[in-house]
């Protein structure tokens, strides 16, 4: 098992900071203020953020960042980097305030995806308000979610993450839309906790530099008034309402103003990693998720 115990929080940049500030409050329903330096901190949970967006160009994803459980798993980390000869930097006293831990340490995949390292979070001890109404998104030692990366030298990826980072298949998909061609594969994978998995790669590059990052509520009234709420606002539909089959996730997809997908989800699978079996499952969902109407969005 990992000593990742979980994705803390993601990075990202936009030319227009307002517009993440308007999609966090009036979408997604989350809080938000910003640091002395102009970056958006954005609160969804009990925690002082778990979205970070600085304003600059291009609109992109720029880092993920992982939590370990203390100092000892984060030294153990940077020794274990070390034995297997990947590169990291230690950050810096203002990347650690900016970030809000103890230390950080930063690698970067053979994909060229950001990671950063982190233990120790700072707790503003301040309660999570939804301005819309959203009673809580599921955290906790979860983190927030998951995110999926874009992994076009996928091979060296996948043995980045198992045998680097430490973590684990949770299952496999081979996808392949054209069966002449070979299948476009995409691997999930969980660390340090229950949820289905915090982590998958795909195997291709998309200009966003992330593929999408998942938030989840605790009830499908709430995926339904965000999806009210994404309409009334005008963002683009990336996907439509559906289940998908291996994390049994009931969500949609939406665009963010960083030009990344996010889904928005309820009900994902937590598994006892003592008993799961890894599979192999031939398509997404048990319903729905049409993904052709951000397709069409996109070239329309």
């Known amino acids: 098992m990992s000593t990742i115990k979980s994705l803390s929080y993601i990075v990202a940049q936009v030319r227009n900071l307002e517009s993440w500030r308007h999609y966090a409050e009036e979408v997604l329903g989350m809080m938000t203020t910003t640091t002395a330096d102009g970056t958006l901190r954005i609160k969804m949970d009990e925690r002082p953020f778990r979205m970070l967006v600085q304003e600059g160009a291009p609109d992109v994803y720029l880092a993920s960042g992982w939590e370990l459980g203390g100092e000892e798993d984060f030294s153990a980390m940077l020794a274990h980097l070390e034995q297997q000869g990947v ?7 203002a990347l650690c305030a900016s970030r809000g831990v103890q230390a950080v340490a930063t690698v970067t995949d053979p994909s060229g995806n950001r990671h950063e390292l982190t233990w120790g ?3 503003d001890c301040q309660p999570f308000v939804s301005p819309q109404g959203v009673p809580r998104f599921i955290t906790g030692d979860m983190g927030l979610g998951h ?13 980045f993450y198992r045998d680097v980072l430490g973590f684990r298949h949770s299952d496999i998909f081979n996808f392949q839309p054209d069966p002449a061609a070979d299948p476009v594969r995409i691997h999930f994978m969980h660390c340090g906790n229950a949820r289905h998995h915090s982590l998958a790669i795909a195997e291709y590059d998309v200009p966003g530099k992330c593929v999408h990052v998942m938030v989840e509520v605790d009830s499908m009234t709430e995926v339904g008034r965000a999806h009210d709420r994404r309409e009334a606002h005008g ?8 289940q998908h089959l291996n994390d049994q996730m009931t969500s949609f997809y939406m665009k963010t103003p960083s030009g990344f997908d996010l889904e928005y989800g309820w009900g994902g699978l937590q598994v006892d990693w003592d008993t799961h079996s890894v599979f192999e499952f031939n398509r997404v969902s048990v319903w729905g998720h049409d993904f052709s109407v951000g397709q069409r969005g996109a070239a329309e």
């Open 87 to 93: 590169q990291y930097e230690r950050g810096s006293r």
């Open 121 to 123: 979070h700072v707790s």
């Open 147 to 159: 995110t999926v990366l874009p992994a076009p030298r996928f091979d060296d990826c996948l043995a």
């Open 235 to 242: 963002v683009p539909l990336s996907a439509t309402l559906g």
